[in-house]
Structures are given as structure tokens and as C-alpha cells.
């Protein structure tokens, strides 16, 4: 490499296709993420976010293109130590089996030589589930559980210095408007100590108010990326969703989306209108 | 147990828990080695095994070619029965996967059958090749096949079918069960005798030599195990974590369906079918000491142990002087105890 090279991304993606059988996934996707940044990953549901992210984490080999991390491809990463220094969090990983939390959370710590009690104590304070350390998990909320196992994928890249890299299926699908808030800002302070994190939301107000770039995906290509403010555009979210939306851009900064009452909304009111059951609404 | 969801879990801490389960093996080892027909006193048994001591000489031949190969196959076989339970189980990311649920021990079966069997017609060249191993290895490889075939036919897409795995099971028997039918149809009179000591089970006709053949691969199998320990804990979040912990998912179910074929298949050649150990060890040890495999699978080894030494000995003693086969004990055992596992997960 030479030395006056520019700094390579941490994650780079190119060309980036799978097909399964005649369906294609995913077709020539080019993306780069770098260290210090919150990508958040949007697109309806079918979009191919999770196939993404899937095959970013190696689960699921592409047929066509390049990942790269760190300028390495990603298959030619030794297992252990890119679990050192990557960390993926699934839609569900869910056990039947009577771990308590804290086990779950030290499950993190994987191969590496030892746990480290005060890196699990650090974690699971901060997604506020210390309290839960001792319970069975599955005897928690599913939004408890869902911290529980994000603080599990924290512990596994926290003690390995920068860069860092984290993969994120809607980490947060479980969890109340407070705790969204929470984990958001936790990523979004991540982000400063080296870490670079790609996070599929379905919630647009999130990803406005904490991502720094959006990459918006439709059919299983990337319709368009960039900045938070310069992507979340009404034509954008048409585009991709379908959705008629309004985006003001409020005084702390970031952009608000407001969807519209979708014209279907109304046909549905009108046919209640018409009921003849007086009862009021539940 | 009745435990408030809310509260924190209790359990056994891990070095009390070896403990009381080494006292509980040391407990039912000696009273297994005086039960039965010819009841000994301990000190008959401490006589005998002190050389310096004058020994009654009826009592020495009881305890040395009777009883104390009967203890350690039973001890061997208990504790590998379990931990190839706790294997599969973790493996299946099910706590109802037991080795002859999903017919892992009637492969196991109808192949050292055929070669009882067969070994000196159609299968002379397997019995030549193998030699004394002809039994533990035919035993092995037909474990190892119809634990391939049961994963290969409930696991689809990185996900295990509880139900078609147990379905699976059910077809799984009922085809060995077929063949191993067909060749009790055409066996001769003596390996009759050894057929039906195979399916009921039986550590009664234990010897050294039994010990020497199975008792290697049984021990193999117990030493490996914990080797799979941390990779099975990941595996019970799914294979995909364990793959993002840094695992190799192929390689590690790859050596946890081989592990428990050689543990079953080898304890299956010399002990006949025996049920349920496989399935109510582990859980009882998951209860206590939580679903870590670096617990569970060296408790549920003492805990086999102790259960099948125990069932032998109660074997022993109810019917006496005659012996009711062990295998016939476990399901007396167990079959309820899976009833009412079932029955819990119901109404959870």
C-alpha cells in the first residue's frame, strides 16, 4: 500500500449482488462506510436490508462482487479475529434454553482468553439491564431482551481498540420511544471512540434524528445514499415506500417526516362511518 | 418449580454441585457393588480390594468378575449417554433431543444387530476387517448415519424443526425397528438370546472384556466433549451468532453429532437400548446449574453415572433374585418424566 494512500473505508461494498435460484436478492450494490460514522440502513420491509446485512456478516455468501473490511476481503478475515473486532446483531436470537442474562451478555466475550467482569458491568449499565443480570431470559420483555442481547454484542468489540465495526438488524424494534432513545444516543456516542456502525431501522425519525448518512434501499438495490438531510426527502420516500410524507427540518438540526393520511385511510373511515353499530370506538 | 419469574434465578454453586454429585456416585457405587443375588457386606469389599487382608473367596470372584465390572460399564455408559443427550440437544437447540427420541440409538441398534446377526455370512468381511471392534464401530457409523440424516432432514435454512425432528424420529425407529425385526426373524437361537438382551438393555452380563472393547471410545467421547463447551453455549442462540462469535459452525456440528454417535453407539454396543438417560439428566442438570455446557456436561456425566448405577441396582433388587432389564427401568423412568416435561412446556 502506498503511504500517501487515503484512509480506507472501514466497510466497503462492491458490486454487491446475490441470487437465489432465478430471484435475485440483491443486485450491484456500492457502498462505502467509515469509521466514525451511524449508517442507517432504510427500505419496506422485503427492501433486502437483512439480506444485506446477512452477507456483510458472512452468513450468507454473495454470488457476485467484493466485501471488503479494513482492505481485506471479508473471506479472507481469520474467524476469531474478526469477531474481535466486528460485532452483528440478528433480527431474533432467541434461546429456550435457562441462561440468565448476564450469562447471555458474557456469551460476547466468545473465544477471547477471559470475561471482564467490569466491561459486562460497563455494558449492561449503560443499556440500563444491570438489574436484570440475574433473572432467566426468558422471563424478560421482549424490549428487555433485545438490550440484553445488543449489551451482547457491545461486549464482544468493546475492549478492541478502533476501528470497530457493528452490524445492527433493527436492534431496536422491541423497545419503547425512551429506550430507542437510549440506544441511539449510545451509538451515536460510540461512533466518536471509533467505532463505524450500520443500523436497518424501520423508524425514519430515528434514523433523522441520529444517523449521519442513510443508505436507502428498494428491490434489493440501493436507490440512494448520503447525507441524512440530503436523502430523507419527500421524492425519496415516495420513491422507495410509497409513502406521501412532509420533511421539516427542525431547530436542533435534523429533519422530521411526517407521513400523510394515505387516501386507503380514508375509504376505511367512510366504510365505519356507514356501520350501522353505534358502539364507540375501543 | 414454582419460582416468581421476577426474581433472580437460584443455583447450585458449580464445586458444591461436583461435590454432592461425586458423594452421590460414591454413595450409589457401593451400595450397587453389595446388592443382589449374593449380597456383600463392606467389609467383604474392603477385604477384597485390600491385598493384604484375607478375603472369602466367593465374595473376592462376586465382586471383582460380577460387580465391579458392572459398576464402571454402568458408570461409563450412564455418563456418556447423558453428555451425547446434552450434545444433541445443545446442538438441536432443543432440550427434548435425546439420542433415542430421534432414533440415534435404534440406528445404532439395528447395525450392531446385523452384525450379531450377519457377522459371520453376509458381513464375515466387516467382522474380519474390524475384528473385535466389529460391534462398537458398526454400532458407531449407524449412530453417526441416523444422527446425519435426522439433522440433514429437520434443519432447513439455518433453522432446526423440533417437529419434523421428532416426526423424523418416529419414522426413524419404526424403519430400524423393521430391520431389526427381520433379522430376529432370521436369527438362530443363541443370537436370539443376545438380540433380546440388545433391545431391553442390560448391564448383567458386563464383563472386563466388554470394558476393554466399548470402554475406550466411551471414555474418548467424555474427554472431547467439554472441548464443545463454549462453542454450544453460542449455539443455543443460533447458529448464526456462533458463526459471529468467531466459531466455525460446520466444524462444531460436525464434532458434536460425532462425539455423541461414538458415545451412544459404543455404549450401545455392549449395554443394549437404553432410553431416557440421555434425555432427564441434562435436564435436571440445567435446573440446577444453569444451560452452560461447562457445567452441564461434566454434571450431567457424574449424574448419568449415579442414575444408571442406581437404576441397576434397583434392577437388582425388586424382582429378586431374578433382574429386570435396565433398559425396561429407565423408560419406567423416563417415559413419564418426558410426559410431564411436555405437559409443563405446555402450559408455559
Redesign the interface.
Same mark, same amino acid.
Given at each position: 500500500m502506498m503511504p500517501q494512500s487515503p484512509p480506507l473505508p472501514l466497510l466497503s461494498i462492491r458490486e454487491l449482488g446475490i441470487t437465489v435460484g432465478q430471484r435475485s436478492l440483491l443486485s450491484s450494490l456500492t457502498a462505502d462506510l467509515w469509521c466514525g460514522e451511524l449508517v442507517g440502513l432504510l427500505g419496506p420491509n422485503g427492501a433486502g436490508k437483512s439480506t444485506l446485512i446477512r452477507c456483510l456478516a458472512g452468513e450468507l455468501s454473495p454470488t457476485s462482487g467484493d466485501i471488503e473490511v479494513q482492505g481485506r476481503a471479508l473471506k479472507a478475515w481469520p474467524r476469531k479475529a474478526l469477531a474481535q473486532c466486528r460485532g452483528v446483531m440478528p433480527q431474533k436470537a432467541e434461546t429456550s434454553f435457562p441462561f440468565t442474562a448476564r450469562e447471555v451478555v458474557a456469551l460476547g466475550f466468545g473465544q477471547q482468553a477471559r470475561s471482564r467482569q467490569a466491561t459486562l458491568d460497563k455494558v449492561m449499565a449503560r443499556l440500563q439491564v444491570e438489574h436484570l443480570a440475574d433473572r432467566l431470559i426468558g422471563t424478560l420483555s421482549g424490549g428487555e431482551q433485545q438490550r440484553v442481547q445488543l449489551a451482547r454484542v457491545l461486549v464482544q468489540v468493546w475492549d478492541t481498540p478502533p476501528p470497530r465495526l457493528l452490524l445492527l438488524d433493527e436492534c431496536t424494534s422491541a423497545l419503547d420511544p425512551a429506550q430507542q432513545q437510549l440506544v441511539f444516543s449510545l451509538l451515536a456516542e460510540l461512533t466518536a471512540e471509533g467505532y463505524g456502525i450500520l443500523a436497518a431501522v424501520h423508524d425514519l425519525n430515528l434514523a433523522a434524528q441520529y444517523a449521519d448518512r442513510l443508505w436507502l434501499m428498494a428491490e434489493g438495490q440501493l436507490c440512494d445514499h448520503g447525507y441524512t438531510k440530503d436523502v430523507l426527502t419527500p421524492a425519496n420516500l415516495q420513491k422507495i415506500y410509497q409513502l406521501d410524507a412532509r420533511v421539516m427540518t427542525l431547530a436542533e438540526g435534523y429533519p422530521l417526516v411526517v407521513p400523510s393520511r394515505q387516501p386507503n385511510g380514508g375509504h376505511t373511515v367512510a366504510r365505519l362511518k356507514g356501520d350501522a353499530d353505534p358502539r364507540p370506538a375501543v | 418449580m414454582a419460582v416468581d !419469574? !421476577? =426474581? =433472580?434465578?437460584r443455583r447450585v454453586p458449580a464445586p458444591l454441585g461436583i461435590l454432592l454429585l461425586l458423594a452421590l456416585l460414591l454413595l450409589a457405587g457401593a451400595v450397587s457393588v453389595m446388592t443382589g443375588a449374593y449380597p456383600l457386606q463392606l467389609s467383604d469389599i474392603v477385604a477384597s480390594l485390600w491385598p493384604r487382608v484375607e478375603a472369602d473367596p466367593l465374595a473376592q470372584m462376586v465382586l471383582q468378575d460380577v460387580r465391579l465390572p458392572r459398576l464402571i460399564l454402568g458408570l461409563l455408559a450412564g455418563a456418556v449417554l447423558a453428555v451425547s443427550g446434552a450434545l444433541l440437544q445443545g446442538l438441536f437447540?432443543?432440550?427434548l433431543a435425546d439420542p433415542g427420541l430421534i432414533g440415534v440409538s435404534a440406528g445404532a441398534g439395528l447395525a450392531a444387530v446385523a452384525v450379531i446377526v450377519l457377522g459371520s455370512t453376509v458381513l464375515s468381511g466387516w467382522t474380519a476387517f474390524t475384528g473385535r471392534w466389529a460391534l462398537p464401530l458398526a454400532a458407531f457409523m449407524g449412530g453417526s448415519l441416523v444422527t446425519f440424516l435426522a439433522w440433514r432432514i429437520a434443519h432447513r435454512q439455518?433453522q432446526t424443526s423440533v417437529a419434523t425432528l421428532l416426526l423424523a424420529g418416529i419414522a426413524i425407529n419404526a424403519i430400524a425397528g423393521a430391520g431389526t425385526g427381520l433379522l430376529t426373524f432370521m436369527a438362530d437361537d443363541a443370537q436370539l438370546r443376545s438380540l433380546t438382551f440388545w433391545s431391553m438393555g442390560s448391564l448383567a452380563q458386563a464383563t472386563w472384556s466388554d470394558i476393554a472393547v466399548a470402554g475406550p471410545w466411551m471414555l474418548l467421547a467424555l474427554v472431547l466433549a467439554p472441548l464443545l463447551a463454549?462453542p454450544l453455549? =453460542?449455539f /443455543?442462540?443460533?447458529e448464526?451468532?456462533a458463526?459471529? /462469535?468467531?466459531? !466455525?459452525v460446520d466444524w462444531v456440528k460436525r464434532a458434536a453429532i460425532l462425539l455423541a454417535a461414538l458415545g451412544v453407539g459404543a455404549a450401545g454396543a455392549v449395554t443394549g437400548l437404553i432410553g431416557f438417560v440421555g434425555l432427564v439428566v441434562p435436564h435436571v442438570m440445567?435446573?440446577l446449574f444453569?444451560?452452560?455446557h461447562r457445567m452441564l456436561l461434566p454434571a450431567s456425566a457424574l449424574a448419568g453415572g449415579v442414575l444408571l448405577v442406581a437404576a441397576d441396582a434397583a434392577a437388582r433388587v425388586v424382582v429378586a433374585p431374578a433382574e429386570l432389564p435396565i433398559g425396561l427401568v429407565m423408560a419406567l423412568v423416563g417415559g413419564p418424566f418426558f410426559l410431564g416435561l411436555l405437559l409443563r412446556n405446555r402450559m408455559v
Open positions: - | !419469574s !421476577s =426474581a =433472580a434465578v437447540r432443543n432440550p439455518g463454549r453455549d =453460542a /443455543l442462540l443460533g448464526p451468532v458463526g459471529h /462469535l468467531g466459531y !466455525s440445567r435446573q444453569g444451560a452452560g
